[in-house]
């Protein structure tokens, strides 16, 4: 297990080490490192025979993780794309696990249920109107990691649900990076070191979780 596992510990070393590039100027050299990451997570979930969904998952995150290093709405498109089809497989793996459909959260674990869909619903008024042209994307991203959240809710309380939890606080603190701080924001660096501290724990609690 150990050593099926390595290439998960030398993603969340390389993850380490790029902190403090977290906040840096676009390069080639960047996009790789930031992707490294979660291309490991990908494999160390393939050698151990974890679930397909999973696996892709986590391949797809490390091509989310690329589109958003680079400059540009198209490149943001592409990032977006990639991470909302990893969601799209999250839910799928979650659901799996736990032989019931999305809507039976709302018995199960009513109060966070409940409360995850009040602060999807809030998104159009602190979030929307300042997204631009990119409205309609940001809103089906929010519908989907949403859904995610939801049904890993239904799985018992875990690595998996932690990790699910930190992710969406990592896209949650990024939608405020992005959207809602001007660029000289004093606060802005925090931002991005809290995004990818959160995002990393949330998706190494995933895969632990989920092998």
Known sequence: ???????????????LIYLPFTNGGVSWRRSIHKTLPLLLFALAAYLTDAPAFLVAGLFLSALGDFGLSRDGD????????????????YILHFLSLAHAPLWEVFSVAPIPAIALLALLISTELWLAPHTGALGLPVRIYVL???????SALLVPVG??????????????????????MKEDHPRKPLAGYLVWIFYIAGQGLILFGGV
Do not use: K, N, Q, W
């Open 74 to 89: 198209s490149a943001f498109l592409y990032g977006l794309s990639a991470f909302a089809l990893a969601h799209v497989l």
């Open 1 to 15: 297990m150990m050593t099926t596992m390595f290439p998960a510990f030398l993603g969340l070393a390389i993850a």
């Open 159 to 180: 690595l998996s649900t932690l990790g699910a939890g930190l992710f969406i606080l990592s896209d949650l603190i990024l939608a405020v990076e992005l959207f809602r």
């Open 144 to 150: 989907v990691i949403g859904a995610m959240g939801l």
